[in-house]
């Protein structure tokens, strides 16, 4: 127990040798003890002498009373505990405008944990389980409370001291049954076993740090959670232009509108929104990163707008029950790797209105053949003489992997082919797994041999889901002859600016029969299917079957992204 708190040992000597009423050095050690009490405020580290004074400085100064939400929210004495934790933690983290209207944001048993060592206020959540007015002292409950004047018991209270004593041995045992709470809970979340390396509870004993899980999930969020990832994503400046653009284009679209931005990051589609004239922007990212979202989102005074919750968009639970607009920037190598989008469309399904906007709002998803023989040459035949020496070693499963990288458009012997069309108001979740999507590819030109085959994808940001996406078109083309009031669109294959999803390649395995010749006008047809890995759902499986009419080039392989 904090210093000043009365315990039962400082009351009773044992069971049977009651308080000493005439002992007035007790009591007066007691009240010097009690007045050492400091009550540190939710909103930062002003102190107070009562529990009293220091809640009711958090509701004048930051319009949060924490007694009208335990009572409006029924909170019990350890979820209590948990709103009290969550509201320091969300203060440490920079979130001083908080608005809780649900249980659910603070349910996760990660907050029976303190925030503070020797939280006074969590010893003394007792005196406002009942009501007390914002001029008086809180309600004495069963004589006991903060303020509570031991002199004032006559030498005939006998029985009122052994209701004191009885209230503060349940307060003990109430708060022995919380720390034994905090640690199942904690012992279960983080699996206190200690392994071989000398970790306990996943916590390593020589630098106090946890390895990272290699969960698909778990890796996912933690590949988010640092500067650089970000940083090459910003300065992609088409994706993020076309997202700027588009929603300072639409302003009228946004104005007093509320906004889902699924995957956040360091917050930017979160602040173009809130620019835009959104009334509420609730961004939510798993990562990190989101702690960063929310100093970001202060630090340009959109506090009062933009709202960061942690957690999965599956997870956690939203302030509002609809959104007017999703925006996300979801998209990944060959469109689908890394399974965002599935989290994108569950929110839709979940939040959004029935006239509600999805941004992006369409995507297609192009393959196109490859003719590199100078990219063979560096990098498959190179490893047959490396000075001199012979590395057919370093060729293992080099066929078997999706490449990212920049293809030149003069290594594209054909125009492309759209295999996949996602108008994103209506794609299911199971449309984003298929086994063979048909494609056909007409060579315009001679080639030594075909050598592999390109995907990329184009982006279309219209402005309602009854506009229709320009799809044979192509976002390059169309970006150029669009009425302003129509949209926006990107692409990202070879004949567009470089973006940093480039393109995916597969590499064709000739095997021992070697490549053919094919000539102009021969066209190859095929069928693609994508498929979530099994060991790993945001890691995917690429299949190709082939085959050039009048030749006896065909195949049929299998790539992986990871």
């Not at 699996?191 to 996943?202: C, F, H, K, L, Y």
């Not at 994503?233 to 009228?252: E, P, Q, W």
Request: aromatic fraction near 10%; include cysteine; proline fraction near 4%.
């Amino acid at each position: 127990m904090p210093p000043g708190r009365l315990s039962p040992t400082s009351s009773v000597s044992d069971g049977s040798d009651k308080l000493n009423l005439d002992d007035d050095e007790e009591w007066k050690d007691a009240e010097l003890d009690e007045e050492k009490v400091k009550f540190v405020s939710l909103f930062g580290e002003e102190t107070f002498d009562s529990i009293h004074s220091m809640l009711k400085h958090c509701k004048t100064v930051h319009k949060f009373d924490l007694v009208k939400i335990r009572e409006d929210l029924d909170l019990d004495f350890l979820w209590t505990v948990k709103l009290v934790n969550f509201v320091r933690g969300e203060v440490q983290r920079g979130n001083m405008t908080l608005s809780i209207s649900s249980k659910a944001v603070f349910e996760d048993d990660i907050y029976l944990q303190p925030v503070l060592e020797d939280d006074a206020l969590l010893y003394s959540l007792d005196d406002i389980l009942g009501n007390f007015a914002d001029d008086k002292e809180p309600h004495i409950k069963n004589g006991i409370g903060y303020g509570y004047q031991p002199e004032s018991l006559s030498p005939d209270s006998f029985d009122r001291v052994i209701q004191l004593e009885k209230e503060l041995q349940r307060l003990q045992h109430q708060f022995t049954e919380y720390r034994e709470t905090v640690s199942l809970t904690l012992e279960n979340r983080w699996n206190s076993t200690e392994d071989a390396s000398g970790s306990v509870n996943g916590i390593n004993r020589s630098n106090g740090t946890a390895p990272v899980s290699q969960d698909d999930d778990t890796h996912y969020f933690s590949s988010y959670s640092t500067n650089d990832i970000h940083e090459i994503m910003l300065k992609d400046s088409v994706r993020t232009y076309a997202y700027r653009d588009f929603i300072y284009d639409n302003k009228h679209l946004f104005k007093d509108k509320v906004v889902l931005d699924v995957g956040c990051g360091t917050g930017i589609l979160s602040m173009f929104c809130a620019q835009a004239g959104a009334a509420k922007v609730i961004a939510v990212d798993n990562s990190e990163i989101i702690n960063k979202a929310r100093e970001n989102v202060h630090e340009n005074g959109f506090g009062e707008t933009i709202m960061c919750l942690h957690g999965k968009i599956e997870d956690v639970l939203l302030p509002v029950h609809q959104v007017d607009i999703i925006v996300s920037e979801w998209m990944g190598y060959c469109l689908l790797y890394e399974a965002m989008l599935d989290s994108v469309l569950w929110a839709r399904d979940r939040y959004l209105t029935r006239n509600g906007l999805m941004i992006p709002s369409h995507i297609t998803l192009r393959i196109a053949p490859i003719a590199d023989p100078e990219y063979i040459k560096d990098h498959i035949a190179y490893w047959q003489s490396v000075y001199g020496f012979k590395m057919t070693s370093m060729l293992a499963n080099i066929y078997d992997e999706v490449v990212v990288r920049d293809v030149k458009s003069s290594a594209l012997p054909a125009d492309s082919d759209i295999f996949v069309e996602l108008p994103l108001h209506f794609t299911r979740r199971e449309e984003l797994t298929f086994s063979s999507k048909p494609f056909s590819l007409e060579l315009k030109a001679d080639i030594p041999s075909l050598d592999g085959f390109a995907i990329w994808f184009d982006t279309f940001l219209l402005p309602s889901k009854e506009h229709k996406a320009p799809i044979k078109e192509g976002a390059e083309k169309w970006e150029f002859s669009r009425p302003a009031k129509d949209g926006l669109a990107f692409t990202t294959g070879p004949s567009g600016p470089k973006t940093h999803w480039q393109q995916g390649v597969l590499l064709i395995d000739h095997g021992k029969r070697g490549p053919e010749a094919l000539k102009k006008g021969q066209i190859i047809y095929g069928k693609i299917g994508y498929k979530k890995r099994d060991d790993n759902k945001r890691e995917l499986d690429i299949s190709i079957t082939w085959e050039v009419m009048n030749s006896g080039e065909k195949g049929k392989q299998l790539w992986f992204m990871r």
